[in-house]
């Protein structure tokens, strides 16, 4: 398994703003911004940056810093859970339900590097959206599936397939084995994209949802570790 990560944590004072900045080594991570703000979001920053240090090592791809989600990223996630775009499929959640979504994230990155985490856009430090593993009861069989949603806005630019394919990255060098999606059969884009991913899909097996929605479900086998 990866350890958590000793950075050096450094405040960089810009003017108003102040930028918190986690450098370490490792997959994926050469100098990566934890959080940033203005100096009346210093402490929180501070928080984000400290918590962050002791969880798992962010991801940089080309465009996208992928990390685990910190206590800051909160507002916007709730934000995004009463998004009826963003949760087509799902349904949107508000108040204590939407606060309980944010945790649930935090608490499937504690459980596996590659948990559901945090998508930030580089150039405007702005979180798009969530990729990652969750567990998944498949009928008294304890699997994992992977997720990921993207804001509307930032679609069809090959943002998933950066993210995905990071993070897959990363179970295939820690864990491996098999991990599974679950897509609504109208999804053509989800669908491509498992397929991209290396997913293949289970022919013998599709889910109906109590609204009549059909979903699909896709494989991906790797090595074990």
Known sequence: MVQPHNPTKTVEPEGDHWRYRVTCNGIGCDDAVIYEGTRSTAHEAKTAATAASGMHKPILTDRLDIRPPVDPD??????????????????????????????????????HPYGEQALIKRDTRTIIGYTGAAPWNDIGIARLEFNYRLVRCE??????????????????????????????????????????LGFARVSSREEILDDGTRREIYQLEAPSR
Do not use: P
């Not at 995004?80 to 508000?94: I, P, Q, R, S, V």
């Not at 394919?165 to 179970?171: E, F, K, S, V, Y």
């Not at 060098?173 to 991209?196: H, V, W, Y």
């Open 155 to 196: 679609r069809g630019q090959r943002y998933g397939t950066e993210a995905c394919g990071a993070l897959l990255d990363l179970w295939k060098q820690i864990d491996g084995g098999e991990i599974f999606a679950r897509i609504d059969r109208c999804n053509t884009a989800s669908k491509k994209l498992a397929i991209r």
């Open 74 to 111: 909160q507002e916007r996630f709730v934000e995004l859970f009463g998004d009826e775009e963003f949760m087509k499929g799902l349904g949107t959640l508000a108040g204590e339900k939407a606060d309980q979504r944010f945790r649930q994230m935090i608490e499937r990155c504690t459980e």
